[in-house]
């Protein structure tokens, strides 16, 4: 695990070392350069794999291939096999790519299972390649402009020399919809990120790039009919996240696991319960998972340990906690994970695994069972449709009844036309919506910003491109059946788990006490709504925003994640291009 940043066109080399400096807590273990004429290149190192070897940058036999790489190729081993021709010098991951180019060049990256993004300059070509993995696990954002590109690993490097400028259509689509990181562009005007499965290609002669694909999410036509044998498919899926989960336990540091107390991570920590595992758990809240914590602890015997995080702690930590993610965050339950993180650090640990994926793979929020519900009624599968809607009645009844009491008109409280976003009828169509853009990458920036700020990588053996493959080419009533979401996933793995968790229906992660927490800082709230820097914003219809909020303290409505987007754009503004303190 690295971070990784560099720069063509021009000469700086006070920038490349202050660019190396801000990403410090990617790699505290090494750093070095790769420089020659207009081709700037930097790293920094998390020894993970090879400690004593491994150091970047990496080279092929006659260096005329030059290799920074950020992540881990899970892998290696069985691709090293095929490359017997070649020399290697390490015993790591990242020498593999390049005599992978070598023999299959860009296309070949595709065949590379793990996480990464890293550059590869072919000296010989003229071209150098910015990479990112299947599923944009391993961020890098690159601005490219007359003839020059700066890219990085987080884009606090790259403001190192590119002037920070808010991206108003990013910023407005944010504050309306909650929708963030689902296209290239950042909320930083010019700033964009290298899509998942994909490469950036940058000709060294004429300072023009490509942007190219080498992997793409399964399409419609990737879905079987239904599958022969049923304990043939429900074998086959434990088949592959086993071995998913067992390549991602490679490591000469400690790992550890992220425990929420749901089905995701339930099954990991089960899956290997000789690791400690991290929890954020609150006592009295509506969204403790304590008991389910402690359902697992008990089953595997772990050496367990657990965070309180409070609402204080909350506001001190928060400049800290918008400085390592760059962008807004859809809600504050990215605070839980970060103290989790902050924990496992102090424990020693440097590499955690954690069940990230599995709600926008296997349909694990409740809505998703109204979109099941509208691809029944348009295949005129009425009588399963009944079945479903009955069995399900116990989720979507109080869903229903939580969606009349929170919603008012959100729309009114931004000068901004609200978007039309349809809603897919289609349930595979709508998880790889929200797999490839609108849920999880941001879920997954959040993931790796988190952990990179204390020095951890963190690992997801749900996103393997083998499982995520298989998974959506099954008929959707493996993925929801009889009103069970997860349902491959419960029958595969229902030995392992603690009948308590394989049984359980509601979802809720990592996640705080949200409406408590806001309401219980209202003064704190009203002070930044009422601030000089708040009414100066252009994004905000600032009367109706703090008669919105009144009525949110008095209980009117819960819908406390508009008034945290809120909060998080305003504070973000004050960090970024306001250059001032985020004051609360």
């Known amino acids: 695990m690295c971070g990784i940043f560099g720069f063509i066109g021009y000469k700086d080399d006070y920038l490349l ?30 020894s993970i794999i090879d400690v004593k070897k491994s150091f970047q940058p990496l080279f092929n036999e006659d260096k005329s291939i030059v290799l920074l790489f950020n992540g ?79 890219y990085a690993s987080e884009i606090k490097a790259i403001l190192k020399k590119i002037k920070a400028r808010p991206n108003t259509k990013v910023i407005r689509n944010y504050l309306l919809t909650r929708a963030h990181d689902n296209t290239d562009e950042t909320f ?38 239904e599958p022969v044998n049923e304990l043939e498919t429900i074998n086959k899926f434990r088949e592959l996240f086993l071995d998913s989960v067992k390549l991602r336990l490679i490591s000469e540091v400690p790992v550890g696991t992220a425990l929420s107390g749901g089905l995701d991570s339930s099954a990991v920590v089960c899956t290997v319960p000789n690791l400690k595992t991290f929890s954020a758990v609150f006592p009295g809240g509506v969204n403790n998972e304590e008991d389910y914590i402690d359902e697992v602890v008990a089953k595997t015997g772990v050496k367990a340990f657990k965070v309180y995080p409070k609402v204080f702690e909350f506001w001190q930590d928060t400049e800290k906690l918008i400085s390592a993610q760059d962008e807004p965050m859809i809600s504050t339950g990215p605070y839980a994970q970060w103290k989790v993180m902050e924990k496992a650090r102090a424990e020693g640990i440097k590499v955690i695994i954690d069940g990230q994926g599995v ?82 990458p941001a879920l997954l920036r959040y993931e790796d910003h988190n952990s990179m700020a204390f020095s951890i990588e963190s690992r997801v053996p749900f996103l393997d491109y083998r499982l995520v493959e298989f998974v959506l080419s099954l008929p959707s009533n493996y993925i929801i059946r009889n009103g069970w979401n997860k349902w491959i996933m419960r029958q595969a793995l229902k030995d392992l788990l603690p009948k308590k968790i394989a049984t359980r229906r509601w979802k809720v992660g990592f996640s705080t006490p949200e409406v408590a927490w806001l309401r219980q800082s209202a003064e704190k709230i009203r002070e930044i709504f009422q601030s000089k820097t708040f009414l100066s914003r252009p994004y905000f ?31 973000w503004l004050r960090q970024y291009f306001d250059q001032t303190r985020v004051k609360i």
């Open 72 to 150: 881990e190729i899970y892998n290696f081993g069985e691709l090293r096999e095929k490359l017997s021709k070649h020399k290697f010098i390490t015993d790591g991951d990242g020498e593999t790519i390049i005599h992978w180019y070598e023999e299959h060049g860009p296309f070949g990256f595709k065949d590379l299972n793990g996480m990464f993004a890293f550059t590869l300059y072919d000296l010989k070509k003229g071209k150098v390649y910015l990479v990112r993995d299947h599923f944009g696990i391993k961020p890098l954002y690159y601005y490219a402009q007359n003839n020059q590109i700066i």
């Open 541 to 571: 219809n600032h009367a109706k925003i703090q008669a919105a909020f009144e009525d949110f303290v008095s209980g009117k409505n819960d819908d406390s994640m508009v008034f945290w987007r809120i909060i998080n754009v305003e504070l």
């Open 17 to 46: 070392k202050t660019m190396g400096e801000c990403l410090s807590h990617r790699g505290p273990d090494d750093e070095d350069y790769f420089k020659k004429d207009l081709v700037n290149l930097g790293y920094r190192r998390l």
């Open 188 to 225: 930083f005007t010019g700033i964009k990120r290298i899509p998942f499965g994909s490469y950036l290609e940058w000709d060294i002669k004429t300072g023009k790039h490509t942007m190219n694909s080498f992997w793409s999410s399964p399409s419609e036509a990737s879905i079987t009919k």
């Open 359 to 440: 709600d926008e793979m296997l349909a694990g929020y409740i809505p998703y069972h109204f979109v099941y519900f509208k691809e029944l009624l348009g295949k005129k599968d009425y009588l399963k449709l009944i079945v479903e809607i009955i069995m399900a009645r116990d989720l979507i009844i109080p869903l229903i009844k939580s969606k009349f009491k929170s919603q008012f008109d959100v729309g009114s409280l931004f000068p901004f036309t609200t978007p039309n976003n349809k809603v897919s009828n289609n349930l595979k169509s709508r998880l790889r919506k929200d797999l490839f853009y609108d849920s999880l």
